[in-house]
């Protein structure tokens, strides 16, 4: 199975930084990377697929990239309602996974 | 606008069977062929891809599962479900139903099950 390996688990910044979280495929995954917004008491969000496709309705300050084994989220200017944990997730093979997540805060 | 809905018992018994069902509304699960995945959260943990089921019935589960789970649709109620037998307290977590293959643009909020005696 590939492992997902995200970094840092929490991450505390001020509005108007830039953040940014990777994530490390214990394989070449080529492209086949998302980015997920997890609220508390709410849907999981979508934020980007194809590891840099940014999905229709979120903001533009989210973007992503990368390949093969290493991949970049970046927040380009922080804003309140960023306050979420986000996950990277593969869907190279079977079974698909998530990376352990990022914790967002404000300073 | 397509919403998921996971309902079932909050607390689950060692042992016994969890099962929940996942309605869907604002379209109808007959006029459109979608895959539909399960995914929970452990408290305070990651996520974990439970596995997926096609509107034929065609499904693939996570073998870490091994033989516990089994999912099913019925298109005409615009329901899912999942059942996981023999639980522990290592599936106390909140469980997710989503629509999609390889990524998932429509989520519903999640249940909490908690295994306790």
């Known amino acids: 199975d590939i492992q997902m390996t995200q970094s840092p688990s929490s991450l505390s910044a001020s509005v108007g930084d830039r953040v940014t979280i990777t994530c490390q495929a214990s394989q070449d995954i080529s492209n086949y990377l998302n980015w997920y917004q997890l609220k508390p008491g709410k849907a999981p969000k979508l934020l980007i697929y194809d590891a840099s496709n940014l999905e229709a309705g979120v903001p533009s300050r989210f973007s992503g990239s990368g390949s093969g084994t290493d991949f970049t989220f970046t927040i380009s200017s922080l804003q309140p309602e960023d306050i979420a944990t986000y996950y990277c997730q593969h869907y190279d093979n079977l079974p698909y996974a998530f990376g352990q997540g990022t914790k967002l805060e404000i300073k | 606008q397509v919403q998921l809905k996971e309902s079932g018992p909050g607390l689950v018994k060692p042992s016994q069977t969890l099962s929940l069902t996942c309605t869907v509304s604002g379209g109808s699960m007959s006029s459109v062929a979608f895959f539909w995945t399960w995914i929970r959260q452990h408290p305070g943990k990651g996520l974990e891809w439970l596995g997926y089921i096609y509107d034929s019935g065609t499904t693939y589960y996570n073998p870490s599962l091994k033989s516990r789970v089994t999912m099913s649709i019925d298109t005409s109620k615009n329901q899912l479900s999942l059942k996981l037998t023999s639980v522990t307290a290592a599936d106390t977590a909140v469980y997710y139903c989503?629509?999609?293959?390889?990524?998932?643009?429509?989520w519903g909020q999640g249940t909490l099950v908690t295994v306790s005696s």
């Open positions: 989503a629509r999609g293959k390889i990524r998932w643009e429509v």
